[in-house]
């Protein structure tokens, strides 16, 4: 089985919220795949489907995002899986925004989901890193990441979440590249 966790915060106040980029993008996957319900699991909240021959788990964890690993860990040992079954969906202040690149292993960059993941599993696990965008300057990080979607971003946010889940069966698969190259396609339409 397979792990795929989105990130963010719990809570309709956070729900646009770039950092909840995570979230979107795995109740997008559980949408387009007929995933079953939502329902409460490992300190969060879980949906079990198929993507192909692929049984996946989508993960939100209901902790907030500096304490996400703790849920991703619980899963994890539930079970029995190892570090290489863990995609973790999240968004990427240094990547342009609505661009999508995935990844196994690396650094943190600061980010406080993917270091708590990081401390409760190890390294290295995928990530799929979302873009979100650096505001410019360092002091106006935070109210960049912990602010809604602007009005005019929720087309090309729709379209990236589409073109994710669209995709998905390549993730599933392990081909990364294939994943990586159909989402930008599909963006260009």
């Given at each position: 089985?397979?792990?795929?966790?989105?990130?963010?915060?719990?809570?309709?106040?956070?729900?646009?919220?770039?950092?909840?980029?995570?979230?979107?993008?795995?109740?997008?996957?559980?949408?387009?795949?007929?995933?079953?319900?939502?329902?409460?699991?490992?300190?969060?909240?879980?949906?079990?489907?198929?993507?192909?021959?692929?049984?996946?788990?989508?993960?939100?964890?209901?902790?907030?995002?500096?304490?996400?690993?703790?849920?991703?860990?619980?899963?994890?040992?539930?079970?029995?899986?190892?570090?290489?079954?863990?995609?973790?969906?999240?968004?990427?202040?240094?990547?342009?925004?609505?661009?999508?690149?995935?990844?196994?292993?690396?650094?943190?960059?600061?980010?406080?989901?993917?270091?708590?993941?990081?401390?409760h599993i190890g390294n290295p696990f995928r990530r799929v890193r979302i873009g979100i965008?650096?505001?410019?300057?360092?002091?106006?990080?935070?109210?960049?990441?912990?602010?809604?979607?602007?009005?005019?971003?929720?087309?090309?946010?729709?379209?990236?979440?589409?073109?994710?889940a669209a995709e998905a069966k390549w993730l599933a698969d392990g081909n990364d590249a294939?994943?990586?190259?159909?989402?930008?396609?599909?963006?260009?339409?």
């Open positions: 089985m397979q792990l795929w966790v989105g990130l963010g915060n719990p809570g309709a106040q956070y729900a646009l919220h770039r950092h909840n980029v995570g979230f979107m993008a795995v109740d997008a996957i559980a949408e387009v795949h007929g995933f079953g319900p939502e329902k409460k699991g490992f300190q969060g909240w879980i949906r079990e489907g198929r993507i192909g021959s692929h049984k996946i788990l989508l993960l939100k964890p209901a902790t907030f995002m500096n304490e996400s690993g703790r849920a991703i860990g619980e899963a994890l040992r539930f079970y029995k899986g190892d570090v290489g079954d863990v995609t973790v969906f999240h968004d990427e202040l240094d990547l342009a925004p609505f661009k999508v690149k995935v990844k196994t292993g690396g650094g943190t960059a600061g980010h406080n989901g993917l270091r708590s993941t990081e401390a965008g650096h505001p410019g300057h360092k002091e106006r990080v935070t109210g960049h990441v912990l602010g809604n979607y602007a009005k005019a971003e929720m087309d090309d946010l729709a379209e990236m979440l589409g073109a994710m294939r994943f990586m190259s159909d989402v930008a396609l599909r963006q260009q339409d």
